[in-house]
């Protein structure tokens, strides 16, 4: 069966009409209700470079190392394009990976490939309660695009087009597709931007102080990433910035499905749709992502498979299970050593071949001085904050998670035990203590290397530096 994959960047769960928003999202929703769609399906780390690697090695990044944007994934660790060739399939692939430009990939065909031609240093660095440099810049690029004017993910939209087109005629390929939208910077269509902007006239209140989910940790990510300065206008603005850039997406989207049904390859060409994490978009007073808050961690899970019944699934899944799927699709045996289990058989009918009741993510990374681990169990999301508060909700009870159950005021013998389970699994997967002691030395060792002492010089001297592994 031929695959088609399509991430996206920083588009949380739920946002398209199919799950109840106010979006222009005709494609995503068709998508949506013609697909094996996961609801509960996570990112193995909520910022880019990390999750990426992961999805596209099937492990975890306390298995790669790559704990940052500033320690990008280089190939040598095997991912799914070398290992599917290696099996003799084809793998064309397009748009962004963010990649280490120098690595091998084993790609039969690539272009356009988003590599990190510079990495954001600035994430070797791990202090408290420091800003981020550039952070309020960053809220403030915003903007509409002018007539005729193109942007990248055009040129990717373009070049899957010309790469299914020389694909029709073959068999057993994969086509690899990854947009920037709906990232930052929200530079996006007047029409789309004019459609939000006349729907969104006021901000949620759940945008609104006072935000009740907050431990030291995450204060100190809010102010790295200068979330006071975001007042309820810029507020505003952003949001409808986001949602015209998820409009445009779609679209892109959209494309790519009448393509697959003019070129006569639905029956046999498969289509997945993910992200590598969401947008926090303002929600318990915090932006950008590295949170492991829903609208960060939980990201779209939609797998169109020719010739099976669309259903949904509870079942919590991780972009780490993408690799071993698309290997159960193909007749391929699974790699060895890797973290992700194959969806395959449970879309087959299997249930009893899933072999965890959990998902499982991390964050290792800028504006969190310690490690932070998250277990999705059940109805259940426990988060282990290394030198700060735990947190549990329960996600039935709770949707947005403004009540931790381990709070002193709301702590007891249920959520004790609850929590216990999830910490059980957690130690599972790995030791939190060692992995956050192994991340922050390379962190260390690495800034070093470089001959960097404070976070001014890495931003001044170091910003254009590729870092590898």
């Given at each position: 069966?031929?695959?088609?994959?399509?991430?996206?960047?920083?588009?949380?769960?739920?946002?398209?009409?199919?799950?109840?928003?106010?979006?222009?999202?005709?494609?995503?929703?068709?998508?949506?209700?013609?697909?094996?769609?996961?609801?509960?399906?996570?990112?193995?780390?909520?910022?880019?470079?990390?999750?990426?690697?992961?999805?596209?090695?099937?492990?975890?990044?306390?298995?790669?190392?790559?704990?940052?944007?500033?320690?990008?994934?280089?190939?040598?660790?095997?991912?799914?394009?070398?290992?599917?060739?290696?099996?003799?399939?084809?793998?064309?692939?397009?748009?962004?990976?963010?990649?280490?430009?120098?690595?091998?990939?084993?790609?039969?065909?690539?272009?356009?490939?988003?590599?990190?031609?510079?990495?954001?240093?600035?994430?070797?660095?791990r202090s408290e309660n420091v800003e981020r440099i550039g952070a309020k810049e960053r809220y403030q690029n915003i903007r509409v695009r002018e007539e005729g004017e193109s942007k990248r993910d055009d040129e990717v939209l373009e070049e899957a087009l010309a790469y299914l087109e020389e694909l029709k005629d073959q068999e057993n390929w994969t086509l690899y597709v990854g947009f920037l939208d709906p990232h930052f910077p929200f530079n996006v269509k007047k029409e789309y931007w004019d459609y939000y902007d006349e729907r969104i006239k006021q901000i949620p209140a759940a945008l609104k102080p006072p935000y009740t989910s907050l431990n030291k940790s995450l204060e100190s990510l809010r102010k790295y990433f200068a979330c006071d300065f975001v007042d309820e206008e810029n507020t505003r603005k952003l949001l409808v910035g986001y949602c015209a850039a998820i409009s445009e997406l779609d679209e892109r989207i959209g494309t790519i499905l009448d393509a697959v049904d003019a070129m006569g390859l639905a029956d046999k060409t498969a289509i997945l749709y993910s992200s590598d994490h969401g947008e926090q978009s303002g929600y318990h007073g915090l932006w950008w992502k590295c949170t492991m808050f829903e609208e960060s961690a939980h990201v779209p899970f939609l797998l169109k498979v020719p010739g099976v019944v669309p259903r949904e699934y509870e079942v919590p899944v991780n972009l780490v299970d993408i690799f071993p799927?698309?290997?159960?699709?193909?007749?391929?045996?699974?790699?060895?050593?890797?973290?992700?289990?194959?969806?395959?058989?449970?879309?087959?009918?299997?249930?009893?071949?899933?072999?965890?009741?959990?998902?499982?993510?991390?964050?290792?990374?800028?504006?969190?001085?310690?490690?932070?681990?998250?277990?999705?169990?059940?109805?259940?999301?426990?988060?282990?904050?290394?030198?700060?508060?735990?947190?549990?909700?329960?996600?039935?009870?709770?949707?947005?998670?403004?009540?931790?159950?381990?709070?002193?005021?709301?702590?007891?013998?249920?959520?004790?035990?609850?929590?216990?389970?999830?910490r059980r699994r957690l130690y599972d997967v790995c030791d939190p203590l060692e992995v956050d002691l192994r991340a922050r030395k390379f962190q260390y060792d690495y800034r070093q290397k470089l001959g960097i002492e404070a976070y001014t010089k890495a931003f001044e001297d170091f910003v254009d530096h590729p870092v590898g592994l």
């Open positions: 069966m031929n695959q088609i994959v399509i991430m996206s960047d920083e588009h949380s769960y739920d946002m398209m009409a199919y799950f109840g928003q106010d979006l222009l999202t005709p494609n995503l929703d068709r998508l949506a209700r013609e697909s094996q769609l996961f609801r509960n399906a996570y990112s193995p780390c909520p910022v880019c470079a990390p999750a990426r690697a992961a999805f596209f090695t099937g492990r975890y990044v306390n298995r790669l190392g790559t704990w940052d944007n500033a320690t990008s994934y280089d190939g040598k660790v095997q991912g799914m394009a070398a290992y599917m060739t290696d099996q003799g399939r084809l793998f064309y692939a397009t748009g962004k990976t963010h990649f280490h430009p120098d690595g091998d990939y084993g790609f039969t065909k690539g272009s356009l490939l988003g590599f990190m031609g510079h990495s954001d240093v600035g994430a070797l660095f799927t698309l290997c159960g699709m193909s007749d391929l045996n699974l790699p060895e050593g890797i973290d992700g289990k194959s969806l395959w058989p449970l879309i087959n009918g299997d249930e009893k071949r899933l072999s965890k009741d959990y998902t499982f993510s991390e964050y290792h990374a800028h504006g969190m001085p310690r490690g932070v681990y998250m277990i999705r169990w059940q109805q259940y999301k426990y988060i282990l904050y290394l030198g700060d508060e735990e947190q549990l909700f329960d996600l039935e009870q709770d949707p947005a998670e403004n009540y931790n159950l381990l709070s002193i005021d709301r702590v007891s013998g249920d959520s004790m035990a609850v929590a216990e389970v999830c």
